[in-house]
């Protein structure tokens, strides 16, 4: 069976996790300077696609794993957070041709509100660099328009609880 990431036979099944941080614990996380209300964590990825880039933490499935198990596993090997997966904020695919115009990378992907619940926020694996963000001022990070509707979608759909 072929697990490439690059050229895959199969859209590759991914998971991310938008994890919203209140103020009050933060401090509990690791993190120092006063954040926002509420904080999103990011993270910059290490690899392709979307190498040298902010944005989600998230992952691969693995075969066996259920979709929360991924995002748990993910959010805590690359950003050293333990959380608690709560529900799907969104369902998209994640298309990126190459020059000739195949697809040289396919995921589909399942977005998750997570609250963090533990843990100390660090940069782990496939990740350079983690963040804590400020929803309002994503544009200082280059975050692309697909993770920054995601965020904005999980942010109002945990007002509305």
């Known amino acids: 069976m072929d697990n490439s990431r690059e050229y895959p036979r199969r859209p590759i099944v991914g998971v991310g996790g938008v994890v919203l941080v209140a103020p009050a614990d933060a401090p509990g996380l690791g993190w120092?300077?006063?954040?926002?209300?509420?904080?999103?964590?990011?993270v910059k990825r290490g690899f392709e696609p979307l190498q040298g880039e902010w944005s989600l933490p998230g992952g691969g499935v693995e075969v066996g794993e259920t979709l929360a198990a991924a995002v748990a596993r993910e959010l805590l090997e690359e950003t050293g957070l333990v959380v608690e997966v709560g529900p799907i904020v969104e369902v998209l695919d994640r298309i990126v041709l190459d020059d000739a115009g195949r697809p040289r990378y396919h995921f589909v992907l399942i977005d998750y509100v997570c609250r963090a619940v533990g843990g100390?926020?660090?940069?782990?694996s496939d990740v350079t660099d983690v963040a804590l963000g400020d929803p309002t001022a994503l544009a200082r990070f280059g975050v692309n328009d697909i993770a920054c509707g995601v965020i904005q979608k999980a942010i109002?759909?945990?007002?509305?609880k």
């Not at 120092?32 to 990011?42: E, F, I, K, N, Q």
């Not at 100390?120 to 782990?124: D, E, F, Q, S, V």
């Not at 109002?156 to 509305?160: G, L, P, Q, R, Y």
């Open 32 to 42: 120092t300077d006063a954040p926002p209300d509420p904080g999103v964590v990011l």
């Open 120 to 124: 100390r926020l660090r940069a782990g």
């Open 156 to 160: 109002a759909n945990a007002n509305t």
